[in-house]
């Protein structure tokens, strides 16, 4: 009978024990004198008590006091807070716990543990007690409930912007879109998601759209342009309209934002000049200075302005024909346009046949070309850098600063040019004398600079010969008023911090000349820092307005803008 009893036992024991394995449990079984009748091996693993606190016959009590000692128990509060359960109030509450028909609770074990505790009392008075580890599982919940928060977020964030935006899945479906782009359909989300283009404009603007979308996802390029677009309550919205893409490969995506610019833009239908037509600013002096980004020192290269030395008052030559030999498109892209912003007449072939028909061509027609450049990789370059003499010849790499490539063709062309005779350098006569002719004609130049940092200097001159707009380069104050005095230019760059001569000084100076000879040049001074001093000092000197360094381009776009009129200006911007 003992025997018989023994082996079932044994086999209940090992049939428990595989069923926790199976399931993933930790097993504890109680008799109703609350002593342990079967706890499995995997119990050790969520309690680390002593082995014998497991085996049958141990009172359930005496297992709950060594879980509590070892302090990884079911319910244990953060080490931060400063509430402690009390021994035996925890083993007592756990004890009615055990004796409740049914009970579940998800409990942290420890920092980063989390433990599911099921607890079921039988009505023979036996009790099963499963526990499970369910971190994971935690972890992803509150990953997916962080996850939906920052969605949530996002789209209040979207909502909010004044700004249409929307983003199209591969198949060019919207699957997302802000409450300001339902506005111009005057749809709800509902009504757009999971459509097309093709489902809410016309044929001939969803194909429009499309191509610039499909040129997106393929490219990853960004694609800009300036649109009309008329709500659908028929008021007209003017915006810049930009498309990029997000994303990884396989699941790529095309934002596209509409920046509204109604309110500071108006559509010029070109000049009688000719000039193009097109969405301009309509009032610059809307715009409160703000940050300056701009950082000359780590956009120029310079040991090329070293290299180069005083060379900065002579370049560059405009109209320079500079041919580039180059069987990469992406070199082409990126070298050609900057070439033609900087004033140069800047063309591409693909492969040495081309520039051999282009040369010809060019002879035949009495065009000289000025500087060839020739593409490391381009198939056959070296026959034909060793055979070129026409013009000076230039070798260039994919990774070459375009920076660097223009300081050196600048350098070129420095040297090629014949020497200028030197300025007359009168005395000191600064007071200017009444023999001062009024200018009867268009300025000489339209933007006089007064700069003596030579750094500062080069990148005026990039700014300025970019916009298409001519200039001189003055390196004090006393220079500048000479050179106002010789030119009469149409705006004046008055950097205050000069030797010889100050910028307020030589303002002065220029302010009492026009007393004479009538007529007014706007001065703007250039300044490291905008302290209330400076600012009072400039406008009792005479000057008109004040801008920030370092310069950047837009800066001075706002500039010319503002203070010069459009008869004295060739192509600014």
């Excluded at 998601?193 to 390029?221: I, K, M, N, P, Q």
Aim: overall charge negative.
């Amino acid at each position: 009978m003992n025997d018989a009893a023994s082996g079932g036992a044994d086999i209940m024991r090992t049939v428990l024990e595989a069923s926790s394995d199976a399931l993933g449990l930790a097993l504890l079984v109680c008799g109703r004198d609350d002593t342990i009748l079967f706890a499995s091996a995997s119990m050790l693993q969520f309690f680390p008590v002593a082995a014998h606190m497991l085996v049958p016959g141990t009172r359930l009590r005496d297992f709950l006091g060594a879980v509590y000692d070892t302090g990884v128990r079911p319910g244990t509060l953060p080490e931060a807070s400063r509430r402690r359960p009390n021994r035996e109030g925890w083993i007592a509450e756990h004890m009615a716990l055990h004796w409740r028909e049914r009970y579940e609770s998800v409990e942290r074990a420890g920092r980063s543990r989390w433990i599911c505790l099921r607890k079921r009392r039988l009505s023979s008075g036996i009790g099963i007690l499963a526990v499970s580890d369910i971190s994971e599982q935690k972890k992803r919940d509150e990953q997916l409930q962080t996850d939906l928060e920052r969605v949530a977020l996002t789209e209040d964030i979207l909502d909010a912007q004044p700004n249409p935006v929307c983003v199209k899945d591969r198949n060019l479906n919207y699957i997302a879109v802000n409450k300001a782009f339902c506005a111009i359909h005057d749809l709800t989300q509902d009504a757009i998601l999971g459509r097309s283009a093709w489902d809410l404009v016309e044929a001939e603007l969803a194909e429009r759209f499309e191509h610039s979308d499909r040129y997106v996802l393929e490219t990853g390029r960004t694609h800009s342009e300036a649109e009309h677009i008329v709500r659908s309550d028929g008021s007209d919205l003017w915006a810049v309209t930009r498309k990029y893409r997000i994303g990884s490969p396989g699941r790529y995506f095309v934002v596209t934002c509409m920046n509204d610019v109604t309110d500071i833009a108006v559509w010029y239908h070109g000049t009688e000049g000719g000039g193009d037509a097109g969405l301009q600013v309509r009032d610059y002096s809307i715009f409160t200075p703000a940050q300056n980004f701009y950082d000359p020192f780590r956009a120029l290269n310079v040991q090329q302005l070293v290299e180069t030395g005083s060379m900065i008052e002579t370049m560059p030559a405009r109209g320079l024909r500079v041919l580039l030999a180059t069987a990469d498109r992406d070199l082409e892209e990126r070298f050609v346009p900057r070439l033609r912003g900087s004033g140069l007449d800047a063309c591409a072939v693909r492969s040495v046949r081309e520039l051999e028909a282009f040369v010809e061509a060019a002879e035949s027609r009495g065009l000289k070309l000025d500087i060839l450049l020739i593409d490391t990789s381009l198939a056959e370059g070296d026959r034909a850098i060793a055979s070129w003499c026409a013009s000076p010849c230039l070798q260039i790499s994919g990774d070459m600063d375009v920076t660097a490539l223009l300081a050196e063709i600048f350098r070129i062309c420095a040297e090629s040019r014949p020497a200028r005779s030197p300025l007359p350098q009168p005395d000191w006569g600064i007071a200017l004398e009444s023999d001062v002719e009024p200018a009867q004609h268009a300025p000489a130049v339209e933007v006089l600079v007064a700069e003596d940092n030579q750094i500062n200097q080069f990148v005026f001159a990039q700014i300025l010969e970019g916009l298409d707009v001519s200039h001189r380069i003055a390196a004090d104050g006393k220079e500048a008023v000479q050179l106002w005095r010789e030119l009469r230019p149409a705006l004046v760059l008055m950097d205050v911090s000069m030797p010889v001569m100050n910028g307020f000084e030589a303002a002065a100076a220029i302010r009492e000349a026009e007393k004479r000879v009538g007529g007014r040049t706007p001065i703007v001074a250039v300044t490291a820092q905008a302290l209330d001093i400076d600012l009072e000092q400039c406008r009792a000197s005479g000057m008109d307005d004040y801008i920030m360094k370092p310069i950047s381009p837009d800066m001075i776009e706002a500039v010319l803008r503002k203070y010069m009129r459009p008869a004295d200006m060739r192509a600014a911007g």
